[in-house]
């Protein structure tokens, strides 16, 4: 078992593959998108592949393909299959905003994909473009049906914003009247890539939850597996459950067991963090896969306790204002 110098086992890892995206989500980046890292800056498959058999040797038993947007990265399904092949790694996921992932769907389930997450902050057309830039509800809403046609387990993610989709959320949860999803609201983080001073949150955990208490009373509280970062719930008769992610309140960093590698190969042990170690440059060094296991190992031994320390460590960096784009959510 992999652990951290806080005793918390590490067994999940978000690789992100790209930094590019298709859509503009005004929380994430701006709209002329960011400054886009070459290719030569970007982990190849062949270094990603690598970093992840070791990973999955040291501990590693799943992998979450994020980025950027994980689709617009040419060959991904490349990737995808190369990593299934990996023995030991017990579960391969993704997380898409779900704009080109509709025609690969039949592939993912042949490579054992089980489960996808899919970014989506409103039901409303109109909204959605508001919020993305971008007129792409109706193949997201596309894609949602296929992964359910194809019996993969749907996560669909709502980051809550005041002023935006705030009247979504309601309607979001009616979802799980007929659909076995677990529809997932997360409090907005200052990741939008734009260097503008994040002004606090008006919508945090307790008043989504209070939000949607309000309207079904008879709401239950599930219970919350292992290393979730969600509070779930389900309404009474309704076939999918709700969950509440205090991303920003950072509630669950006690059981922490997820670090990130970035495109450009820089781990992270905390969303927080600024980033600990470089693995690319380290491969592009021709450091051994045992020198390699050392440097991970190192830097899991000096993982900071929670995602407040993670934050004020970088304060004399001008704290957090990258886009979650080039970190991977
Ligand atoms: N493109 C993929 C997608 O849309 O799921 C993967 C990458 S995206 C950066 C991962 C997740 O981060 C998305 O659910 C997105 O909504 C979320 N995200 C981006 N910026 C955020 C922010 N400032 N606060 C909270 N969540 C954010």
Not at 72 to 92: Q, T, Y
Not at 158 to 163: I, K, L, P, S, Y
Request: net charge neutral; aromatic share 6%.
């Amino acid at each position: 078992m992999l652990t951290d110098n806080h005793g918390r086992e590490i067994n999940y890892m978000r690789l992100a593959v790209t930094d590019r995206c298709n859509l503009r989500c005004f929380y994430c980046m701006p709209e002329d998108g960011l400054n886009w890292l070459s290719r030569s800056g970007l982990m190849s498959y062949e270094e990603m592949l690598r970093a992840c058999r070791l990973l999955v040797k040291m501990g590693i038993e799943k992998i979450r393909i994020t980025g950027g947007e994980p689709f617009v990265r040419k060959d991904i399904m490349l990737l995808l299959a190369g990593l299934a092949k990996i023995d030991g790694l017990k579960e391969l996921s993704m997380t898409t905003n779900g704009v080109l992932t509709a025609p690969h769907i039949p592939e993912m389930k042949a490579l054992g994909i089980k489960s996808v997450n899919l970014s989506l902050d409103t039901l409303d057309a109109n909204r959605f473009f508001t919020i993305t830039r971008r007129d792409e509800f109706a193949s997201v809403m596309h894609t949602l049906d296929e992964l359910l046609k194809h019996d993969i387990e749907v996560k669909i993610n709502a980051v809550v914003m005041d002023g935006k989709n705030t009247r979504d959320i309601i309607p979001m949860v009616e979802l799980t009247k007929d659909l076995p999803v677990s529809v997932r609201f997360i409090e907005e983080m200052p990741f939008n890539g734009d260097g503008h001073v994040y002004q606090g949150l008006s919508w945090d955990y307790v008043r989504i939850l209070n939000e949607i208490t309000s309207h079904y009373p008879a709401i239950k509280k599930l219970t919350d597996p292992a290393y979730s970062t969600a509070y779930n719930y389900q309404i009474p008769g309704h076939r999918g459950t709700v969950g509440i992610i205090a991303a920003y309140s950072r509630t669950f960093c006690g059981t922490c067991n997820r670090i990130r590698i970035t495109p450009e190969g820089t781990l992270k042990n905390c969303l927080y963090d600024d980033g600990v170690l470089n693995i690319k440059d380290l491969m592009r060094s021709g450091i051994s896969d045992n020198e390699l296991e050392q440097n991970l190992l190192n830097a899991f031994s000096h993982r900071v306790a929670d995602g407040w320390e993670a934050e004020r460590k970088r304060v004399e960096k001008n704290g957090v204002h990258e886009s979650m784009a080039t970190i991977g959510g």
